[in-house]
């Protein structure tokens, strides 16, 4: 299954690379999955009681949290004070351990680690929106490595709280308030799985803005069908998918791509010889080019990741055959890179500017009369 075999290859690097600071080359697939896959079967795992998302405990991010990672911006730019257009936000997969199939709740790490994709992401949007960030039962790293039937059990258990999750924002919101959908990686499978089965030909889908399916390979003629809204073609576009997946040059996407082709898409049919959906976020269109000084700035990390800067006009971007290559590896942002120059983690981070003002955008044309 695609789900499992390429958060292999990108989330589950990424996160070892976050939690133990080794690279993945040190691993071998079949020592990988005995270190990381869980032993117990999914009957017999530990699971937290189903989350009540009416409480903000719930929540990393909602209108009335205090301490709301995701109402963070960079020097020079702030949340709406009065957001008309709600944001739905999913993080991608941070929990590591193999003592269970889907992380409990409570975990320490797993949820410092979401509060920076929240913050470095979901933050996006804050321009525009108010943000919803929900804490989920996330299928544990390990699910991604096997074939098992646990597996699949896992990721259908964290799709039931994302589900969960959305009914309560749904019933927070007034009824005919706008919505943005957004996540990354393990969370753009989610909401492909959200759009297809809960939004796809309802009155909702009448309601998304637009949906950033960030880190996750989208087929145009295998899963975009399935979707109920059609890909982005031009800047300022409402009612579509953005999706990308960020590589520097040279890039060697071979193990992604073989992975994609060999699966099944949201439709049925095989992704095999079918295009992956890549919209620049420095210009909001497939097609088109864009050198570093369209870039509006991009957030460079420190060392320790504990500070953030934005610096503008030093990251290009162009997409290619489904990718969007960068050039060269950026100075700054060499921590936590993928075998083959996959930029994975930092999917929003090097466009943070250029990705808020695309909503900004999608925003207004949204508001005009259809």
Known sequence: MLARRFLWIIVGIVM?????AFGYRMFGEQLLKAAMVPS????????????????????????DLPDDPARWAPEGYGAAARPTIATFYVVPTTYLRRDRWNAPLDDREANERARLFAQTQASVFNGVSATWVPRYRQATFGAFLTDKADAE??????????????????????????????????????????????????????????????????????????????????????????????????AEPGAVAKVYHAST???????QNTEMLCVNPLTGAPATAAP?????????????????????????????????????????????????NNFHIYDYALFWANLRADAEARAASFAKPW
Not at 328 to 339: E, H, I, M, S
Request: charged residues 20%; glycine residues 10%; proline residues 10%.
């Open 40 to 63: 117990v079967p999914f009957a017999e795992s530990k699971q937290d009681s189903k989350p009540d998302y009416r409480r903000p405990a719930m929540w990393l991010s909602r209108p």
């Open 292 to 340: 570093p000084t369209e870039n509006l700035g991009a957030l460079r990390p420190s060392e320790d990741f504990s500070t953030l800067s934005l610096e503008a006009g030093k990251i290009g971007a162009r997409c290619d055959k489904g990718l969007l290559l960068i050039g060269p590896p950026p100075l700054g942002f060499g921590r936590y890179v993928l075998p083959g």
């Open 153 to 250: 059990a896992a990721l259908d258990f964290a799709y039931q709280d994302i589900l969960a999750a959305f009914e309560t924002f749904l019933g927070a919101i007034p009824a005919s308030r706008p919505i943005i959908l957004a996540g990354h990686s393990q969370g753009s499978l989610h909401l492909m799985r959200l759009l297809r089965d809960r939004i796809a030909g309802t009155p909702l889908s009448r309601r998304i803005v637009a949906a950033y399916l960030g880190g996750w390979p989208v087929s145009l003629e295998a899963d975009i069908p399935a979707l109920g809204l059609p890909a982005c073609t031009k800047p300022g576009e409402a009612r579509c998918v953005i999706a990308w997946q960020s590589y520097a040059e040279p």
């Open 16 to 20: 070892l690379a976050l939690a133990a």
């Open 265 to 271: 898409g949201l439709t049925g049919k095989p992704r």
